[in-house]
Every structure is written in C-alpha cells, then in structure tokens.
C-alpha cells in the first residue's frame, strides 16, 4: 500500500569506527543472549546489534537512525558496525556482535547467501537476523522489511522506451547490493525482446556511488553523441548514483534525458525539480527503520512460536507532478 510519511529524514551524521566498538564490546563483557522468549539476561537492556551497509549511503543511513531512535524510545541499546558495503566485512560484524551477547541483529542490504558463517554463527547462539533491503527472509532470518520496489520503477521505464525507434539505456547497478540486483534483474526480464534499446550496463561502487556514476556516464556519453535520433535514458538503482548521472550530463551539456531512480535525498528532489530526474520512487526508510524494530519487538512476544515474517515499506513516486504538493505535505524531505 503506497503511504505518505510526515516524519523528517535524518541529516548525515558521522558512524564510529569499528576500533570504537571494540572498546564497546569490552565493556559488556560476556553478556548472555536472549532466550527464545526474547527476554535479555535479569537486569540487563535488551540489545540490538545493527550491521551498517555503509556510513555515507543516505538511504541505509536515515533507515538505521530511525531504527535507533525507536529503540532509544523503548529503551533499548544499539551497537552498529559498518561493512562498508562489503559481505566479507559484514560476516565479520555479525561474528563480533554475536560474541558481544546482543539479543538480535539486523542486517542491511546483504542477502542470506552472502552471510551464511554469520547466519550460521547467530543460529548457533540463537540469536535472531532480521534483515532490510536484503528481499525476502530466507537462510535462517527471522523477518525482513522488503525495499526493493522494482516494478514502481521499471515498469515507468518500459513504457517510456517500448515505442521509441531507437534506444540507448545506461543501467547503473550495484550487484552487491540485494536492491539494485533484483531491480536490475527485474528491468532486464522486462527489455527483454525490445530489439529498439540497447542497454549498457556499469557497475558502481560503495563507498564512492555519486562519483564512480558520473565517472561511468560521462563515458557513456562520450561513447554515443546525441545524434538528434536517439531516445538517451538513464537507470541508476539508487540516488546517490543518479545525482553522479546528473553531474556528468550537465558537465557534457547533454541531456535532460529520461531518468528513472530510487530512494529520495535533497539532491534528488532538485533533480527533479529541474528536469532531470523523470521519477524518484520515495521509499519510506524512516518507517521501514521503525517496521523493524516492531519486527522485533513481535519476535520477543511470539514466546517461542515465532513465524519467518516478511512486510513491505512504503513508498510513493516522486514526479515533477507532485513534488511540489508533496514537500508541501513532508517539509522533512529538505532536511
């Protein structure tokens, strides 16, 4: 169901080393997990371990502070560890905060096949893995909060370049990440047998989206010149790519051309507002932080009969039909 939220997006603040919470998890000691009704050891807060996706990416970012700021509200205690965006990283984290005693960790982004040996760690304390943005609970998680939304998007994209006599589409993706793979994977089966586009597909990085996608566009632009022919659209999976898209456009002074993205940020919303941003799907992260950790608060009620649980957060499209109308109703979204 699409919602409107009114609840402002956190601003971009800085996430402690992983040296810092060494010196956290020394501090607690060896601190018993929870048992399978979820209750903490006798006296003891009840304790999240939070493995970040990376510490500049906007979305996971205003998703986790949303996450903690309910927690803070029930009183409960957050531990987060960055991966910076790499699974090995967050095996790792995972492994830290199962030896730290936290009684449940989320995970961001990763999906289950790239975290067995920590899933398989968290398992064998009994230690519930809740995930975002990794697609549906599987491989021992316990729930999930999807935030995928491939087909608000594509389908938009499909329809613009279905009945074009020629096409050049840049697709830039982060395979790494369980969004953009399923976005991407989602578009391909839907170009597929449209013999008018030729895609071009690149691959970005994290940390680094916004520049290694301006590096990636300029060099497709330079690789196909406007020829006044040429429908020019441009798929970036998440903002912070599309905004390095924007960047090599106007430094090439080519385009606005068609651009379809996810996950909303100030730049994204000028994009928009100045032409070159076609649509901008405003997946809800602050609710989908908050749907967690009532995922989790579910789990410690289920008193051992808990179900693998799945939900969907929110999201609306964002043209530069209702942006306006939009930031009217969610001045939060400047912030």
């Not at 501090?27 to 304790?47: L, V, Y």
């Not at 371990?49 to 998703?63: K, P, R, S, W």
């Not at 301006?214 to 022919?229: K, V």
């Not at 901008?280 to 908050?290: F, R």
Request: with cysteine; proline share 5%; aromatic share 6%.
């Amino acid at each position: 169901m699409i919602a409107q939220s009114t609840r402002r997006f956190s601003r971009i603040r800085s996430i402690a080393a992983v040296g810092a919470l060494a010196a956290v998890v020394a501090a607690c000691g060896s601190t018993p997990a929870a048992d399978q009704s979820g209750a903490p050891a006798e006296g003891e807060p009840f304790k999240v371990g939070i493995v970040a996706l990376d510490a500049t990416q906007i979305t996971a970012l205003n998703e986790r502070t949303a996450a903690q700021k309910k927690m803070k509200e029930i009183g409960w205690e957050a531990t987060e560890i960055n991966s910076d965006g790499d699974p090995a990283k967050a095996i790792s984290a995972m492994q830290n905060l199962v030896q730290s005693g936290v009684n449940a960790i989320i995970v961001q982004t990763y999906t289950p096949d790239q975290l067995s040996a920590g899933l398989a760690a968290a398992k064998a304390a009994d230690i519930p893995v809740f995930s975002t943005a990794g697609g549906l609970a599987g491989g021992g998680e316990a729930g999930a909060v999807e935030l995928v939304a491939a087909a608000n998007v594509n389908d938009k994209v499909v329809e613009a370049v279905k009945d074009k006599p020629k096409v050049e589409l840049l697709q830039l993706r982060y395979t790494p990440g369980a969004p953009c793979r399923s976005r991407a994977e989602d578009l391909d089966a839907k170009l597929e047998g449209l013999s008018n586009v030729n895609v071009t597909r690149q691959e970005v990085k994290i940390p680094g989206g916004e520049q290694s996608a301006q590096e990636a566009t300029s060099a497709w632009l330079q690789a196909h010149p406007d020829d006044g022919q040429t429908e020019f659209v441009i798929w970036p999976c998440f903002s912070e790519a599309a905004i390095g898209a924007v960047s090599a456009e106007k430094q090439a002074g080519r385009g606005p051309y068609t651009l379809y993205t996810w996950d909303i940020s100030k730049p994204a919303i000028q994009a928009i507002q100045d032409g070159y941003a076609t649509g901008v799907l405003w997946i809800q992260v602050d609710k989908a932080g908050e749907q967690i950790v009532e995922m989790i608060q579910d789990w410690r009620d289920s008193a051992g009969s808990w179900q693998v649980k799945d939900v969907t957060a929110p999201s609306v499209l964002l043209t530069k039909d209702n942006i306006e109308q939009t930031l009217q109703e969610n001045p939060g979204l400047l912030d």
